[in-house]
């Protein structure tokens, strides 16, 4: 595997790792709890945070119909922890099995979004991957505090 996508993986990994961390030890009430009306869940969270890097991957780069239901990911409750990180360990693992194929070349080759029409290239996919995960994981870490601030309360 080219170094680039080796150094891909390793980032995403460490951000799976720390949305793990989060919700580790968590009972299923504080993984579907909101903070507030209209904000998203830490299952929410982390099944869009699947969705969207299988999506990428699967449907934009490697051309593979990954069959998504966008608005699923935003209905789901009761899942455990372990459910969650399992989730991450697979989409890892589909990640690093489509980026084996890649050459430093396809970085530059132009894909089309299924979804809204737009060329892109690989490249911009890897680092909108790594963007998205990163900003929900965020968003799970802020209401891992929020949840664990109103708890002791």
Known sequence: MQKIFEDFLKNLNDLHDDVRSAIDGL?????????????????????HIVGAERYWISDVVAGIDSNRDRDSEFQVHDLDPDDLADRLSESWAFLQSVLTGLTKEDLGAMRISPRNGKEITVSWVLGHVLKHTALHGGHIQITRQLWDNQSKG
């Open 27 to 47: 009972p299923r009430s504080a993984l579907d709890w909101t903070p507030y009306p209209d904000f998203n869940s830490i299952s929410v969270l982390a099944v």
